[in-house]
């Protein structure tokens, strides 16, 4: 039962508190290419993200505890999670394959790559390893990170439709008003979980 709440609590902690967006500027580029993409479906990217999350998330798990032994793991464990998310878009390609067929597949895999090869993914592999989570740590804070990313998604792509309004001067529309948006609900999640900006 302890395990389950350590789960839990690592899990709602990368939804919210650690948001990979807001609180840590994890694949906010691709975020931002995903709203604007009207012929990507932001929910398909999200469950291949799930996906790709939780199998990456052990493989990264194992493959720092590997270099543990070695000296110069700290320049070699990028290179590692990098390989770790092929290895799981590997895994996630064949488990769409085998599901769907060709025709129904197409439209996971043309999402697969954005979904499988972004920061969001890399650095939640990463600040796993740098802060020596366990396994079921690891799992908890990738399942939370990838459901936070996610949420973030629908909430900038609901603000972005607000955001198309005539009051917003010419200059600001598009990416800059987008940008001053993430960057105002970054600070009032920072603020939220207990930050103070230092003078």
Do not use: W
């Not at 079921?136 to 909430?155: D, E, K, M, R």
Request: net charge positive.
């Amino acid at each position: 039962m302890q395990s389950l709440g350590t789960f839990f609590t690592y899990a709602l902690l990368a939804v919210f508190a650690q948001n990979a967006v807001f609180t840590r500027a994890l694949g906010v580029s691709r975020l931002v290419k995903l709203v604007d993409d009207t012929a990507v479906d932001s929910l398909t990217f999200g469950a291949l993200l799930c996906a790709v999350q939780l199998i990456a998330a052990p493989l990264g798990f194992y493959a720092n505890r590997l270099l543990e032994q070695y000296r110069y793991r700290t320049y070699v464990r990028p290179l590692a999670m990098v390989l770790c998310s092929a290895a799981a878009f590997f895994i996630v390609l064949f488990i769409i394959v085998l599901c769907f067929k060709m025709d129904g597949a197409r439209k996971f895999i043309a999402v697969l790559p954005m979904a499988t090869f972004n920061t969001c993914i890399l650095g939640t592999m990463i600040i796993g390893s740098v802060q020596s989570f366990t396994l079921l740590q690891t799992i908890g804070f990738a399942l939370g990170s990838s459901v936070g990313y996610v949420l973030a998604v629908q909430l900038v792509t609901e603000g972005q439709n607000k955001l198309q309004s005539e009051e917003v001067p010419a200059t600001f529309r598009g990416l800059p008003i987008t940008l001053l948006y993430i960057g105002i609900l970054a600070l009032a999640i920072y603020g939220f979980t207990g930050h103070v900006v230092a003078f």
